[in-house]
């Protein structure tokens, strides 16, 4: 099975991507993990986007399908891939067609992960975690039984990431509309899209995600 999976940052997809590799043996492939993966192993397509990036020019939707190609014939995705982060445009999404269809593969789903922009804000602004063992914490959500130490370790060491700010987080989901709307109508139309509820709790995303893969 081969899905396309959406969200803005901060929506859980990386998450839900690690437990349907886990689950179903599927394969999260991320264009820009790709294209470092291909740039190191110095692929026919690695090579051609080394140069480009060494000439500071943006790497083609060509490399791009390109290095998709090489990653989709590798054994691994056998049990299906997760599409990251492509497509973003409707060239895109008539390559990674004709990717897929060269295979024997079809597109089954893109699934996207509904989200209210005001509580993913909040979600995302409030997070922090143990400096020492990485426990995570939220300002309203989940705060250590003790203030100012980790309910794991005992630190008093606490730190958040430095774009996790109201500003950076609403630039970034005004990126991801502008990147999704180009595809979404395209599989909309094909009646590929499935919507599940990004703001539930992680377990309840995972069982809704498994009812679309199941045709539930």
Do not use: W
């Amino acid at each position: 099975m081969n899905i396309i999976l959406l969200g803005p940052p901060g929506a859980g997809k990386g998450t839900q991507a690690s437990r349907l590799e886990a689950d179903r043996g599927m394969v999260q492939l991320s264009t820009g993990d790709m294209l470092r993966a291909a740039v190191k192993a110095g692929t026919p397509t690695g090579i051609k986007a080394k140069a480009v990036m060494e000439a500071g020019e943006l790497v083609s939707d060509e490399i791009v399908s390109g290095i998709i190609g090489e990653r989709l014939d590798m054994s691994d995705t056998a049990q299906g891939a997760i599409f990251d982060g492509y497509p973003r445009t409707a060239a895109q999404a008539a390559s990674l067609d004709s990717l897929l269809e060269e295979r024997g593969r079809k597109l089954d789903y893109v699934i996207e992960l509904d989200v209210d922009e005001e509580a993913l804000v909040e979600r995302i602004v409030g997070r922090y975690t143990c400096a020492a063992c990485g426990a995570g914490y939220h300002d309203t959500f989940l705060r250590p039984a003790t203030a100012g130490v980790c309910d794991v370790c005992g630190s008093g060491d606490f730190r958040r990431r430095p774009d996790d700010n109201e500003v950076t987080v609403r630039t970034r989901m005004a990126e991801y509309r502008a990147k999704t709307a180009p595809i979404l109508p395209i599989y909309e139309r094909r009646g590929l899209v499935r919507r599940v509820d990004g703001m539930a709790d992680i377990g309840r995303v995972t069982a809704a995600i498994a009812a679309v893969l199941d045709g539930q």
